[in-house]
């Protein structure tokens, strides 16, 4: 008989919850920034959102590890692109790219679950929504990680998207003005942080439009 | 949920084994006397069981003590009957609310053996509990009047039982 070795796993969990919403003419994108495994706190000081691009950033929680391979490969393959184009990548073909890499490793998976948000060719805003392997979808407004459970019917009631399957398609964007939107993404993650563990510390926002690209911070729960 | 001088209980029609919707008009909540309501969601077998003998004991001290239990009693009354089954418990899990003699709102669940959790704004049950959670979190304001108190419960069931597979098809809204 072979000896029994403790059951080891290649993933761990490191909390976090991403939202990003798409406006007329801009992209908020914001992330809390505590880092945990189990019960306790790694970081309180961790950022989960990345710029990719000009005009394409990227929140993710998940396993931080994965996320970190995955920010260096996206890295990589934009910088091969600005090479041969000579140009930014946009935020729909960056989608494109993170869809594709995730894809790419469909039976041993990068555990991250991210959001991607940004300004397309017009420069309306555009958030794509992931799973771990690939699926996406481009929608108004989404949110991911440990408190998505808890932030997405809030953003369901306060944004009312048109149904995907309206014929013929809708706008996705939000009605809503960039001071407003960014108003209800600190609204969310103050009341997430109230009931996740996982979700604390401090709230990083990203919001992009035409005049470039800015990060604020908010103060949350550090219990 | 509480507001001023007065609570809402609030709970979605759908009854389903898994992913088999059964009835799209099912009362998860009943009645106990005019000022006490109480909520079941889990396995409707337990749930009616539960409620045939909360009923039967509320009776009993109807006629004992010739007056309404008080909705702290009754919550006792629920824990304790759920937890003489602690190794073999109802799966069910109860939402008590009550207003008292003077008018004050009393709101309370419990888990499956009768673990009781008081809360002083609002408490949560079922299958939709996180994203319940998360909008009651985000809407609930302190002292509210029973308008007001309508529709904030009624707007938070509705978005969350649309992010639930297993809850939905419309609500019941009681506010006292």
Redesign the interface.
């Known amino acids: 008989m072979t000896k029994q070795h403790p059951a080891w796993s290649p993933y761990d969990n490191n909390g976090g919850t991403c939202v990003a919403i798409a406006g007329a003419d801009y992209c908020v994108t914001a992330a809390d920034t505590r880092m945990s495994t189990g019960y306790s706190i790694l970081s309180r000081d961790y950022s989960k959102i990345i710029k990719l691009a000009d005009k394409c950033v990227m929140a993710s929680s998940g396993f931080q590890a994965d996320v970190k391979a995955l920010q260096k490969l996206l890295a990589a393959r934009h910088l091969i692109y600005q090479h041969q184009h000579n140009k930014q990548m946009s935020c729909p073909a960056m989608g494109q790219l993170l869809s594709n890499t995730l894809y790419y490793k469909r039976f041993f998976p990068y555990y991250s679950f991210n959001v991607l948000g940004g300004l397309d060719n017009e420069g309306k805003g555009c958030v794509y929504t992931y799973d771990a392997v690939g699926s996406y979808e481009r929608v108004g407004y989404s949110s991911q990680g440990s408190g998505s459970t808890l932030i997405m019917p809030f953003l369901d009631n306060q944004l009312k998207s048109p149904s995907p399957l309206l014929l013929p398609a809708q706008d996705a964007v939000t009605p809503l003005s960039e001071a407003e939107a960014v108003d209800l993404v600190k609204t969310c993650f103050a009341s997430a942080t109230e009931r996740d563990i996982y979700t604390g510390d401090k709230l990083e926002i990203v919001v992009l439009n035409k005049d470039g690209i800015h990060r604020e911070y908010m103060e949350l729960r550090k219990d | 949920m509480v507001g001023k001088n007065c609570f809402a209980i609030a709970s979605d029609r759908r009854l389903g084994v898994q992913l088999q919707t059964i009835a799209t008009d099912f009362q998860r909540i009943s009645k106990i006397h005019d000022r006490l309501f109480i909520g079941l969601s889990g396995l409707a077998t337990d749930s009616q069981t539960l409620y045939q003998r909360l009923v039967f004991r509320h009776k009993l001290y109807q006629l004992r003590e010739e007056r309404d239990m008080k909705p702290e009693t009754f919550a006792s009354l629920v824990s304790a009957l759920l937890y003489e089954k602690r190794f073999g418990p109802y799966f069910c899990q109860p939402v008590i609310a009550g207003l008292s003699d003077e008018d004050k709102p009393f709101i309370c669940t419990m888990d499956s053996i009768g673990a009781k959790e008081l809360a002083k704004d609002f408490v949560v049950a079922g299958t939709a509990g ?6 009651c ?3 609930f304001k302190p002292d509210m009047e029973p308008d007001e108190l309508f529709e904030t419960v009624s ?2 069931l ?3 039982v ?2 639930d597979c297993l809850s939905g098809w419309g609500g019941h809204v009681y506010i006292v």
């Open positions: 996180e994203s319940l959670y998360g909008a979190e985000a809407m707007q938070a509705l978005s969350s649309d992010r």
